[in-house]
């Protein structure tokens, strides 16, 4: 390849570069959260006898995870946006990823939640604890521990995912690229370096993680 | 016999040392088809008519370059972004795209003389009533990512100290008119020319063409390979014929439905 590799360009603009990778950590954070709870909320409800909250888990989690990311995303902007609901780039990639996020989390949970025996919830019960109590001290730490990786996966691919924000004009890494490179046309060097920073990312988040399981499961995992 | 393979091995060395200088000019006539990108949601540059095909200003000049080749054209659909990566990548042979002659990008891809020269405009609803430029300080402005006139609409904000919260970039020329037209923004900056387009359509009928970013314009050139100079060569004699022989104002007449104005002549002749 005839190509001379042109640097210093992009080094003038690390700190937007930086920034930008700032925003989609951000969003990434923010976005597993918010998704961890409404999963964990849709998971009980799929496993619920009412019919109408086990209705709309399970339409939530086919959308979620049978339609792309870029269409969802586009639907949030877009989309709404022909309702006049207007959401910014950013709270249309956060609640895209959300959605998302809590889809695909919900079946992960469920498949946590079976696999703890029914007779332990009996177990708490006659040793007198309240389900609330049962949950919070029996179920809920065997079953985080048993899908901490898939989580860690989820979590993986949604900063990954992130990156379709610059479908809506969002400045986070890619967006940043994106436009930096317009300035200068030095495309593969900004791209490699978004690249480089997307994998540094998610490897500083795998790095964590594995941290805060060793704290938190002791080892057991 | 010996004099004869000596001749033939002579005869190889020469066919492939020729061949190794063959530049992008040679492989274009030797492949028989012009790989040619061009930007189709820009028109009346680029567009896709009703019959879906590609069409425009561009798509013109694309056609007219394959004719004097004598070669096939192939159109590629491009976005903003994809004009260089095309290039580098080999997919197309040249971009005839509306590409804003900066010296910056001029390290890295080559331009050849301007082709055509654009007015950068504030569209927005007819109610926001904007005069100047400067009236678009409190109100959402938006354009296409990785454009000219997003560069320079942000460098004006930043010089007035308007800060960038106001700011929404598109991820193309649609989807700026499509949130313009839908209200997340309330103006966005766009060419003169497609500007003048939609406001014809039935969709922007609220909508006027406001004030022209100031003291600008945009200068824009046919994009090849930088090191490619006999390729770049042929392209500027191909746009100075364009000019002499009539072609340029035969393409603006058929996608503007007037004559190319005289100052628009005087000034690509003047390699301005």
Redesign the interface.
Known sequence: M??EF?WNIVFQNMPELLNGAFVTLHVSVLAMLLGVVIAILLAIAKMNNTKFFCHVATVWVEIARNTPALFQIYMAY?GL??F?I?LS?YVAVLSALVFINAGYLTETFRGGFQSIPTTQYSASKSLGMTSFQAYRYIILPQMLRRIYHPMTNQFVWSILMSSLG????M?ELS?TT??L????????EFFIVAAVMYFVITKLVLFSSSLLARRLFKGEI | MIRKLATLVFACAALTSVNATADQLDTVIQRGTLNCGVVLDFPPMGYFDENNEPAGFDVDYCNDLGEVLGVDVNILNLT??D???SL?SGKTDVVIGSTSD?L??A???GFTYPYFVFKFQVIAHEDKSIKSFADLENLKV?AA???TY??EYLAYADKQGWGRDNY????SEN?AF??LY???VDAIISTNTNIATKLRSKEFADFVAGPYVPNYDDVVGIIAKR?EVAWINYLNLFLVRQIRDGNMNKAYNKHFGVDAPAELIQSLRDNK
């Open positions: 005839d190509y042109h877009f946006g022909a006049g207007h780039p610059i479908l809506v004009g400045s967006g994106q436009r490179q317009s300035l200068s046309f030095r495309t593969l | 903003w972004g004009r260089i990566p580098i900066t910056e990008r390290k890295t891809v938006g990512l990785g454009t997003e560069t929404t970039s598109f991820k989807d499509l949130g839908q209200g997340k090191d």
